[in-house]
């Protein structure tokens, strides 16, 4: 029997289907493409950003990869390693954990880049553009194999830009009382003896 995958016509129709699994999906030209789990590397990056995030706001603006952000151009969702929403979008969320352009788009998006040429474009270029175009006011792109963080604060249409590197301390726009060293951050990878 051959199997028929289902070519969606509208995010509407997307969002409705339910194919009895677990799978994350993003929606691209109508079809989706599976969304592969995370590696250890980026999970406990993102672990320990949750970490430092919960102990500033309340934990269920906290959300890790799993959270779906609906963006415009292709594909049409994207799935950040980390996300901080905005208080009134908790209550938008408990039935599923989607956030949908008409709902303004989240306080700060952290994704962390992956090894390869098309995941790093996919995180500068890609999702920097599509973040931009829904407003969202920061976007931070934690870079294990440069060993920077990038955090970009939306100016206007476009996001300035700040890097920082090891012996440097990240410091958020969104939560000035978040100080972090990028050695701390990038470390947080690392096996402990």
Same mark, same amino acid.
């Given at each position: 029997?051959?199997?028929?995958?289902?070519?969606?016509?509208?995010?509407?129709?997307?969002?409705?289907?339910?194919?009895?699994?677990?799978?994350?999906?993003?929606?691209?030209?109508?079809?989706?493409?599976?969304?592969?789990?995370?590696?250890?590397?980026?999970?406990?990056?993102?672990?320990? =950003?949750? /970490?430092?995030? #919960?102990?500033?706001? &309340?934990?269920? +603006?906290? @959300?890790?990869?799993?959270?779906?952000?609906?963006?415009?151009?292709?594909?049409?969702?994207?799935?950040?390693?980390?996300?901080?929403?905005?208080?009134?979008?908790?209550?938008?969320?408990?039935?599923?954990?989607?956030?949908?352009?008409?709902?303004?788009?989240?306080? =700060?998006? /952290?994704?962390? #880049?992956?090894?390869? &040429?098309?995941? +790093?474009? @996919?995180?500068?270029?890609?999702?920097?553009?599509?973040?931009?175009?829904?407003?969202?006011?920061?976007?931070?792109?934690?870079?294990?194999?440069?060993?920077?963080?990038?955090?970009?604060?939306?100016?206007?249409?476009?996001?300035?830009?700040?890097?920082?590197?090891?012996?440097?301390?990240?410091?958020?726009?969104?939560?000035?009382?978040?100080?972090?060293?990028?050695?701390?951050?990038?470390?947080?990878?690392?096996?402990?003896?």
């Amino acid at each position: 029997m051959v199997q028929v995958k289902p070519r969606f016509h509208s995010f509407e129709d997307y969002l409705a289907y339910d194919d009895g699994t677990e799978n994350l999906y993003e929606l691209f030209n109508g079809e989706l493409i599976t969304v592969p789990p995370e590696s250890g590397t980026n999970t406990a990056i993102a672990v320990f =950003l949750l /970490v430092q995030f #919960v102990a500033l706001v &309340d934990y269920r +603006r906290v @959300r890790p990869h799993g959270l779906e952000l609906e963006v415009r151009g292709e594909p049409k969702n994207r799935y950040p390693d980390l996300t901080i929403i905005r208080e009134s979008q908790i209550r938008l969320l408990t039935q599923r954990n989607t956030i949908r352009l008409a709902m303004g788009p989240p306080v =700060l998006v /952290v994704e962390v #880049v992956s090894p390869g &040429d098309l995941q +790093r474009d @996919r995180d500068y270029i890609a999702k920097r553009q599509q973040y931009e175009a829904i407003g969202v006011p920061e976007y931070w792109i934690v870079d294990p194999q440069k060993r920077t963080v990038l955090i970009l604060e939306l100016s206007k249409s476009s996001h300035t830009t700040n890097t920082f590197a090891d012996g440097d301390d990240v410091r958020s726009p969104q939560f000035p009382d978040l100080v972090i060293p990028v050695a701390d951050l990038l470390g947080a990878n690392a096996t402990q003896g």
